[in-house]
Nanobody
């Protein structure tokens, strides 16, 4: 059974940084794309960043230049380094396994989410 466990969320002031981690188990981690989604209060869940099995990355326009997604295949971990945080970055962040090596959609396995709150 695939499990994705996020950690690293918390409360931070605007301009600060956080690093989210996602530990994957029960999956052939190296062959799938991975992604981070965000759900702000009262809004739908949106893709924030994705990384393919071979390391290509993609970001939402709102986080480009501030967030960095990475993966450690040996440890089966995915990370999201978030810098220059803004109050608009507040939400629950979810780790997501991709559907294929380079495709991410909303089907399949999700983590339980980790709360990020950015105060102004």
């Amino acid at each position: 059974q695939v499990q994705l466990v996020e950690s690293g969320g918390g409360l931070v002031q605007a301009g600060g940084s956080l690093r989210l981690s996602c530990a994957a188990s029960g999956t052939i981690f190296n062959i799938y794309a991975m992604a981070w989604y965000r759900q702000a209060p009262g809004k739908q869940r949106d893709l924030v960043a994705a990384i393919t099995a071979d390391g290509a990355t993609n970001y939402a326009e709102s986080v480009k230049g501030r967030f960095t997604i990475s993966r450690d295949k040996a440890k089966k971990m995915v990370y999201l380094q978030m810098n220059s945080l803004e109050p608009e970055d507040t939400g629950v962040y979810y780790c997501k396994q991709g559907r294929t090596w380079n495709t991410v959609d909303e089907s399949g396995y999700w983590g339980q989410g980790t709360q990020v709150t950015v105060s102004s």
